[in-house]
Every structure is written in structure tokens, then in C-alpha cells.
């Protein structure tokens, strides 16, 4: 069926080196993907989000990169540092539905 | 600050009580959903409301009663739960449907003993 996957279910890093988390979606209709980030103890906080007609977005020290050939979507976080530990969650969108599928999670560890 | 508000943060209750958790938006947002977060799974839709009506009911038990006075509000009802039922519920809303964002609320931590 249809699904939403995250590659490895935690990523550790050291601060101030780049964070690279990626997600693989298999719905071919999907045109709609945005990056969550939960922090411990909350709910998921909308980070960035790209649409299909995009390969690339950025933001303030992160950036998404869309690859609809293989179906993969990253999220890139430049010099990350300790309050970027967190839960991240990909979700994706198809048009013909409104209710986005989300992936299980990668948990960041930043080690000061 | 999220813009969704739930009470309350934490709750424990019995099988047999009956409880009910909140979620107010202060976005604009016409559209409300209701999600479940249990430890290492994915997020769980259970309701969507669109406009105060219930577009989407994800198999969810009986025991769980969505209520949408209005586009702001948010009510998940909660009677004769199981152990199990114990998770993170998560209220969220949008601004229509179509390719916007979910936004979420910080969640109410449920214990059910």
C-alpha cells in the first residue's frame, strides 16, 4: 500500500555539523510534503513544507530537497545545534485527498 | 504558542470514568482534527471536522465521541476506555483542506488505569 517511511530512526550528530534526515514516500500522486519537528513533551511544530512543482525550498538554517524520480524528500539542517534535538516527521499530501500520511519519525540527538 | 490550545495537559482515569479533553484554535482555521500518538507509531488520525461537520471518522471505537460546537472548539469525549487507549492526543487544525498545513496543539498526555 501506500506509505511514508523514514530511513533510520535516529540520527546523531555533533554541534554545528550539518543534519541530513530523509524520508522516502511511495504515492506517486503526492504533491505536498511538509517537515514536522516534536520536541519532547509536545506537539509537532510545522517546520517547512515544498510542493511538487518544487525540488528545492529553504529556510531559516534548513532546507528541503524534493526528489520526485526516486520519491525522496530530505531535510538539511545547517550548523545544528542542541535545541534542534527532536522527533522530526515527514508528511505528504496527495490532491486527491486532504489528510496528509505522516512517517514514523527520525529522532536527532545533538551532542554539545 | 501554537495558535491550539488543549486542556488538559495530563489526565489519568479509570476504565469507567468518563472524562473529556479540549482543544480551542484562536487561528482562523475552519478545519479540526483529532490524532492519536502512541510510542513508536505513526500518527493516528481519528476525526476531521470541516466547517463544524465530521468529514472523517478513522474506525475509531465507540468509546471515543468527537463533538465540534463550532470552528474554534473541539471536544473529544472519552468513556469506558481500555489501558491501552493510554497515548497523546493531539488536536489540530487547518485553513480549508486542500493543500494546507496542519498546525497541531501541545497535546494532552492521556493515562487510563
Known amino acids: 500500500g501506500e506509505s511514508v517511511g523514514l530511513h533510520l530512526p535516529t540520527l546523531s550528530v555533533q554541534e554545528g555539523d550539518n543534519s541530513i534526515i530523509n524520508c522516502a514516500y511511495s504515492?506517486?500522486?503526492?504533491?505536498?510534503f511538509i517537515w514536522y519537528k516534536q520536541e519532547s513533551g509536545k506537539g509537532p511544530q510545522f517546520i517547512i513544507d515544498?510542493?511538487?512543482?518544487?525540488d528545492k525550498r529553504q529556510g531559516q538554517r534548513v532546507t528541503v530537497l524534493l526528489n520526485k524520480t526516486v520519491k525522496h524528500l530530505s531535510l538539511q539542517i545547517a550548523a545544528t545545534q542542541p535545541g534542534d534535538s527532536a522527533v522530526y516527521f515527514c508528511?505528504?499530501?496527495?490532491?486527491?485527498?486532504?489528510?496528509?500520511?505522516f512517517g514514523r519519525g527520525t529522532s536527532l540527538i545533538v551532542h554539545p | 504558542e501554537t495558535g491550539v490550545t488543549q486542556t488538559p495537559r495530563h489526565l489519568v482515569m479509570g476504565m469507567t470514568n468518563k472524562k473529556s479533553l479540549k482543544c480551542e484554535q484562536h487561528?482562523?482555521?475552519?478545519?479540526m482534527y483529532w490524532y492519536k500518538q502512541s510510542a513508536k507509531k505513526p500518527l493516528e488520525l481519528m476525526f476531521v471536522?470541516?466547517?463544524?461537520?465530521?468529514?472523517e471518522n478513522n474506525s475509531v471505537p465507540s468509546r471515543f465521541s468527537p463533538e465540534c460546537p463550532n470552528s474554534s472548539h473541539l471536544f473529544l469525549h472519552l468513556h469506558t476506555l481500555q489501558p491501552e487507549d493510554s497515548a497523546l492526543y493531539l488536536c489540530?487544525?487547518?485553513?480549508?483542506?486542500?493543500?494546507?498545513?496542519?498546525?497541531f496543539g501541545e497535546g494532552s498526555w492521556l493515562t487510563v488505569v
Open positions: 489540530a487544525s487547518s485553513q480549508g483542506q486542500l493543500g494546507n498545513t496542519i498546525y
Open positions: 471536522y470541516n466547517f463544524k461537520e465530521q468529514t
Open positions: 504515492n506517486s500522486a503526492s504533491d505536498y
Open positions: 515544498i510542493r511538487s512543482n518544487m
Open positions: 508528511a505528504e499530501k496527495s490532491g486527491g485527498s486532504y489528510i496528509p500520511t
Open positions: 487561528l482562523g482555521h475552519n478545519a
